[in-house]
């Protein structure tokens, strides 16, 4: 338990470091060769994590909340060259903010617990990391949407918005459709209701939107990335705590 | 007509998206026979939502708008009608099959035998079902969590089949799934002179006198029902008198009890292709190569 927590510390110091170093930008070069040790440490605790407990880091709140940072913090390696100066500076504070949550989670959240048997199946490979891809790039998109607010007029951001919410609504639908199968193989039925489901077919309705609108409606667009946004926080926090259902564990 | 299709299918969606989202704070789920006396949770059935004519409708809706959208060539690109074609059939094929699927529980003790036609109320599957054993598998750490469960199944007498959590048996077109278990306690009854053995709902009769055994839904107290009198204990059995006889009444063994779900899902495979074939037309329409 502690070594996870130390792992944790060390990739938010090195973030930290590269967000410090992001800012004044004579440095730049200094945050620059600290992300790639950060992503490794929070990789790192990713495998730690997923040995001590002997199943994929998915399997619960606290689990999800240290692969979210991860998957986020990959688009600092992959996507580098399409990152310009204020996105790769609030990926990196989002990234950090994200692992802060994740220290302060209280500790029984924490716990390792051996998976129940309905998480025994294949389909959870596929359902929960489809969300969490998806969940990567809506913060993707809404840091993109909120620069598309100060800067209205720029094609280029505008291009990149549409690619990120077209990553996340296409995982969003596999989340669900594998969700559904799985859900057939488990409980006999495809679609039940829960209320897990129904605020993800909330998330996708509500993203539907941006496909609706006209391409020159910038500040809709954005508008709607930030919206389902603050719906898919819900989905993932809210649901989990505030309503009862059937995907309690999650 | 045209360009009031999209204005019509932002505005079914938005009124879908506010009740399906209000409904998720009030639906009874645990208590489906509660009605609340609020007025918006009564005027939009909030509370019963997803059966409710009015989700129904809407769904409707929003696929004829689809329809229209395809239809009077509102969509200018071929894969953009594909993909909401799909999207539109899917839909239909999930109305349809949430009004004529079936489920149903089955509860089946240890050495049980159950007759399945009766279970599903259909003549046609005249086969018997009996639980062999009920096996539970824990996980080697200290938490000593349940693992697995697995029901053995003897069907026909003569087909040995395991039923466990994501490994559903097929019967027909119905589908048999490990939904959960419970520990039920057999009790040993002991009246005057006379002895018995008898389980949770079950009903014994002892010189004209009917006795039934129920157990509290916080399982922390059963009720001893003989006649029209009543006696609270507690689950581990005690000692009591009614109408006179003498009761010694005592936990003896407790045996599992396998709760099995019976589903009849008829468009799931259709519903698969369809599925997959939204998925293909969504990244089709998503990166495809402009000209």
Redesign the interface.
Do not use: Q
């Given at each position: 338990m502690n070594f996870e927590l130390y792992f944790l510390l060390v990739a938010s110091l090195l973030f930290l470091i590269s967000l410090f170093f992001s800012i004044n930008f004579k440095k730049e070069k200094i945050g620059e060769s600290m992300i790639f040790p950060a992503i490794f440490v929070q990789f790192l605790l990713l495998v730690v994590r997923s040995w001590s407990a002997k199943h994929p880091p998915f399997t619960n709140m606290y689990e999800t909340m240290i692969l979210l940072p991860f998957l986020f913090s990959l688009r600092l390696v992959l996507w580098k060259k399409q990152l310009e100066g204020n996105t790769r500076f609030g990926v990196i504070f989002l990234v950090l903010l994200l692992n802060m949550i994740a220290i302060l989670v209280p500790g029984p959240m924490k716990e390792i617990?051996?998976?129940?048997?309905?998480l025994?199946?294949p389909w959870m490979y596929i359902h929960v990391p489809s969300y969490f891809v998806a969940y990567s790039s809506m913060l993707m998109a809404a840091i993109l949407a909120v620069m598309t607010l100060i800067r209205k007029d720029d094609l280029v951001l505008m291009k990149k918005l549409d690619e990120e919410v077209?990553i996340a609504?296409?995982f969003l639908?596999?989340g669900m459709?594998t969700g559904?199968?799985?859900a057939?193989?488990?409980?006999?039925?495809?679609?039940g209701?829960d209320?897990k489901e129904?605020?993800s077919?909330?998330n996708i309705?509500?993203l539907?939107?941006y496909f609706?609108v006209r391409k020159s409606e910038t500040v809709s667009k954005a508008a709607i990335v930030i919206f389902t946004l603050l719906?898919i926080i819900f989905t993932y926090v809210g649901?989990t705590f505030i309503?009862?259902g059937l995907h309690s564990y999650t | 007509m045209k360009k009031y299709i999209l204005p019509m299918f932002q505005v079914v969606t938005k009124i879908i998206i506010i009740l399906l989202s209000l409904s998720t704070f009030f639906i009874q789920r645990d208590h489906p026979d509660n009605t609340s006396d609020h007025l918006l949770v009564k005027l939009f059935s909030l509370d019963h939502f997803y059966n409710s004519g009015l989700n129904l409708f809407l769904f409707s809706l929003f696929i004829l708008l689809i329809l229209f959208a395809v239809g009077s060539k509102r969509l200018n690109i071929p894969i953009q009608v594909v993909l909401h074609l799909v999207l539109a059939l899917a839909f239909i094929v999930i109305i349809y099959d949430k009004t004529c699927n079936e489920h149903n529980y089955i509860t089946l003790c240890e050495g049980e035998t159950l007759q399945f036609s009766e279970a599903v109320k259909d003549p046609k599957h005249n086969h018997t079902i009996k639980l062999e054993k009920f096996m539970i598998d824990y996980h080697d750490d200290y938490t000593n969590m349940v693992k697995a469960y697995t029901s053995q199944l003897i069907i026909d007498n003569r087909d040995t089949t395991f039923l466990q959590v994501n490994k559903p048996v097929k019967i027909g077109h119905y589908r048999l799934y490990q939904n959960a278990y419970d520990k039920i306690p057999l009790y040993h009854i002991k009246i005057d002179e006379a002895e018995f053995n008898i389980s949770i709902d079950d009903t014994l009769t002892f010189n004209n006198n009917s006795i039934y055994i129920s157990m509290a839904e916080n399982r922390r107290t059963i009720t001893v029902h003989f006649n029209e009198q009543q006696k609270r204990i507690s689950p581990m059995g005690g000692t009591f008198t009614m109408n006179e006889f003498e009761f010694d009444l005592k936990m003896e063994d407790v045996v599992f009890q396998s709760i099995i779900e019976v589903a009849s899902v008829r468009g799931m495979v259709l519903l698969l292709v369809l599925g997959l074939a939204y998925l293909t037309t969504l990244g089709i329409a998503f990166w495809r190569k402009k000209p």
């Open positions: 617990r051996p998976l129940m048997p309905a025994n199946s077209k609504f296409f639908n596999l459709i559904a199968i799985w057939y193989f488990s409980w006999g039925t495809y679609w209701w209320t129904t605020w077919l909330i309705l509500v539907s939107y609706h719906t649901v309503l009862p | -």
